[in-house]
């Protein structure tokens, strides 16, 4: 998902990545500001990355979330890549 993909996407609020999607760049939701709920498909976090050295969630209001299969939340919560986001993330 490329930066500002959701630019001007100010009623989203919820969206379901599926395990196709290998990448969400730095300000990826920048501009879907309702978004609070962002659906994980992938049960492998390497399957799906996000910038752990920028910022996936810029422009995203704090309450928003990621959401995970919660069989893989550990994974997640440990994986290079997610790990900077662990306090965002519900398994499900």
């Known amino acids: 998902i490329a930066a500002n993909a959701f630019a001007g996407g100010s009623g989203i609020t919820e969206l379901y990545v599926t395990d196709n999607i290998s990448w969400i760049a730095n300000g990826a939701f920048r501009g879907a500001d309702s978004l609070t709920k962002i659906h994980i498909l992938a ?11 920028g910022n996936p969630r ?8 990621f959401y995970v299969p919660a069989g893989s939340l550990s ?5 290079y890549f ?8 519900i398994g499900e």
């Not at 049960?43 to 050295?53: E, G, Q």
């Open 75 to 79: 994974v997640y919560e440990n994986n």
């Open 58 to 65: 810029e422009g995203l209001p704090e309450e928003s979330r």
């Open 43 to 53: 049960s492998d976090p390497d399957l799906t990355k996000v910038d752990s050295i």
């Open 82 to 89: 997610w790990n900077p986001f662990a306090r965002y993330l």
